[in-house]
């Protein structure tokens, strides 16, 4: 019996072939770059899956793999990219997963914010701004609509690309004008900007119950950007806050029509309640996945495993023996260029907290973008009895290192100041 991966997120594939193993399944990686995986493949047995190298935006060819597949039962596909495709073959072959409508509506910010706005769990709209970036007639209007201060971003955007704050007039057409510029996966769209600590939720869905497994907290850089930096789980809040929170998760999810799986759903604490930032229907990127895992002393994984065969989750109701707090660090060089090495993680014996350090780029990987997810270089990870001292001890670790870069090429050819 055999479960096939789309794709995977950076980290936790050691976990999916463990939870697989467990639940007497084989599972097929299907990639079209293996050693973007290379953390993890070397740190399994051999043989411990197979590992299929094939275009994956390709959506034929990777069909041919799926028939291919010896007693095919389930399909996981847990990355932005691979999302709607992943549900199109989900469907294709007959496999258990959710309604194809539910992701595509998830995978699209501006759709989501205006159902949860419809259902009253929000209060701003979003309004499209693709023609507003190339008609300046129509700007004045569409700021009227949406207010100050509003957020401008891609409708299927990721990792705080294509998001830019606006709080005058004067960044309002900067935003647009630099948008207009921009190539996006989606549609150019404004909404208003909630101000507050971000979060993100991590739950579980089967037949529309949800479980709450914690919340993550997401320290960001400061305005105008929203580059993630820093993350902890389980952010410790009052049980009754808790619970509010578990129900009007639970009311978010049935309003898009997510009824099953994993959601991570970035929120903001306002002076006012909750707001949404996003839905993604899947578990969360870094090591979101690693600290669940830890924190809560089991393999989450297993239920990934499970919703993707068609088995309601044990997890739902299993009482978790629970674990260290976590925190991760994202490490971006100063400077952008071609990354070379990082320095000082033999420090990092020395420090509380076990932390260790997690790379995502390799030498030679050019680095082009600080201002979002696209630069960082690696994670920091730490442990502690509170979310609270993780956050300080990965801190003070990451504090340690230094991410470093050499100029690129063409920054080479033409240093700051040249003509």
């Known amino acids: 019996m055999s479960v096939v991966c789309l794709e995977s997120l950076t980290f936790g594939l050691g976990h999916l072939v463990r939870a697989a193993d467990a639940l007497g399944e084989r599972l097929r990686l299907l990639t079209r770059d293996p050693s973007y995986y290379a953390y993890e493949l070397e740190r399994l047995p051999a043989g411990a899956l197979d590992v299929v190298e094939v275009d994956t935006f390709d959506t034929e060819r990777v069909a041919e793999q799926l028939a291919a597949t010896p007693r095919l039962r389930g399909l996981i596909s847990s990355t932005d990219t691979w999302t709607l495709v992943g549900a199109e073959l989900t469907a294709r072959f007959g496999l258990p997963g959710l309604d194809a409508s539910a992701l595509r509506l998830a995978r699209d910010k501006a759709a989501v914010r205006n159902r949860l706005h419809a259902a009253g769990l929000t209060r701003g709209r979003a309004v499209e701004a693709d023609e507003a970036a190339r008609d300046r007639a129509l700007r004045a209007a569409l700021l009227e609509e949406v207010g100050l201060p509003a957020v401008l971003k891609d409708t299927a955007g990721t990792g705080s690309q294509n998001v830019y704050l606006v709080r005058d007039e004067r960044e309002w057409q900067s935003a647009l004008d630099t948008a207009a510029g921009r190539r996006l996966t989606g549609r150019l769209f404004a909404e208003p900007y909630f101000s507050g600590p971000v979060y993100s939720a991590e739950t579980l869905t089967w037949a529309g119950r949800t479980r709450l497994l914690g919340v993550s907290s997401r320290l960001m850089s400061a305005e105008p950007s929203f580059r993630e930096e820093v993350t902890a789980f389980p952010v410790a809040f009052p049980g009754e806050q808790r619970d509010a929170l578990e129900r009007w998760l639970d009311r978010v999810l049935a309003a898009i029509g997510y009824t099953d799986r994993f959601a991570h759903l970035e929120f903001v604490l306002t002076a006012g309640g909750p707001e949404v930032v996003e839905v993604n229907p899947r578990i969360g990127g870094a090591l979101v996945g690693e600290g669940l895992c830890r924190a809560l002393g089991t393999n989450v994984y297993e239920a990934m495993v499970e919703a993707a065969v068609g088995r309601r989750p044990r997890l739902l109701d299993a009482e978790l023996p629970g674990g260290p707090a976590v925190a991760f660090v994202l490490g971006y060089p100063t400077e952008p260029g071609v990354f070379t090495e990082v320095t000082g993680v033999e420090r990092l014996a020395d420090m509380p907290g076990a932390p260790a350090w997690y790379p995502t780029k390799r030498p030679g990987d050019r680095i ?35 991410v470093r870069t050499r100029p690129l090429p063409d920054q080479a050819e033409n240093p700051p100041g040249d003509g």
């Open 368 to 402: 082009e973008h600080l201002t979002d997810s696209r630069g960082y270089a690696g994670i920091v990870y730490a442990e502690a009895e509170t979310a609270e001292l993780a956050t300080h001890r990965a801190v003070a670790a990451a504090n340690a290192l230094r």
